[in-house]
């Protein structure tokens, strides 16, 4: 089936440095990426949506300088984020569609732990 | 405003059945999807509704209710690995999904 690898699973940084979190589909094309950030025992909040080539489409009070998106190619989407600090610390899950399925079905990436210390 | 509604935490016996409901309020309707999400993990896909009634797939069960905005997903004959959270989703009339916050299901011996 659909597959989305997700990279790295966890991640400790310090306060001021940028961290880049990979999102790869394996098997087919995801012309969409979706990028949700969850917080504990919170639900998952989307905080962007890229298309393949175009400029990602931020949520409202999502700082795209701070979350920098790059769908660069059909099997690849990265998500930055840059100058992190403490209250960054999150749970960051990609998401894509599966073309072709008659559900509408998404595939989730393994998710990547932030700590930002 | 778009709502999504589920119960914070339920708790059940191992192999009894369970029912977690989930009511909605969104802009426009274009499925209702269910996840399970043990902690530290992604979601993963359990159903999709799109159409009232109900779906079964082994021990778990989706109902869906257009008219009246609800869905509860049954879970029967439990383990204990069924411990986790349940993720009630709306695809809304822009293709968006819109989440619930999670159902939290505690199995006990």
């Known amino acids: 089936g659909a597959v989305v690898s997700q990279h790295p699973s966890r991640v400790i940084c310090k306060s001021g440095t940028s961290v880049k979190i990979e999102c790869r589909s394996l098997?087919?094309?995801?012309?969409?990426m979706f990028w949700y950030r969850q917080f504990p025992k919170k639900s998952l909040m989307l905080m962007a949506t890229?298309?393949?080539?175009?400029?990602?489409?931020?949520e409202q009070g999502v700082e795209k300088d701070k979350f920098l998106i790059n769908h660069a190619s059909l099997t690849l989407s990265t998500l930055t984020v840059t100058s992190a600090h403490p209250e960054d610390s999150s749970f960051y899950i990609c998401s894509a569609s599966i073309p072709g399925t008659e559900s509408h079905g998404y595939t989730f990436g393994s998710g990547t732990r932030l700590t930002v210390v | 405003g778009q709502n999504i509604d589920q119960p914070t935490e339920m708790t059940a016996t191992e192999g009894a059945i369970v029912q977690i409901n989930c009511t909605y309020q969104t802009s426009g309707f274009n499925g209702l999807f269910w996840y399970q999400q043990h902690a530290g993990e992604a979601p993963t896909f359990l159903s999709y509704n799109v159409l009232d009634g109900l779906e079964e797939k082994g021990r778990f069960s989706s109902f869906l209710s257009r008219s009246k905005g609800y869905s509860y997903l049954l879970l029967k004959e439990l383990q204990m690995k069924d411990s986790a959270s349940y993720l009630c989703?709306?695809?809304?009339?822009?293709?968006?999904?819109?989440w619930g916050a999670g159902t939290k299901l505690i199995i006990k011996p």
């Open positions: 890229s298309n393949e080539g175009s400029k990602a489409t931020y």
């Open positions: 989703a709306v695809m809304d009339s822009n293709y968006q999904l819109i």
């Open positions: 098997d087919f094309q995801a012309t969409t």
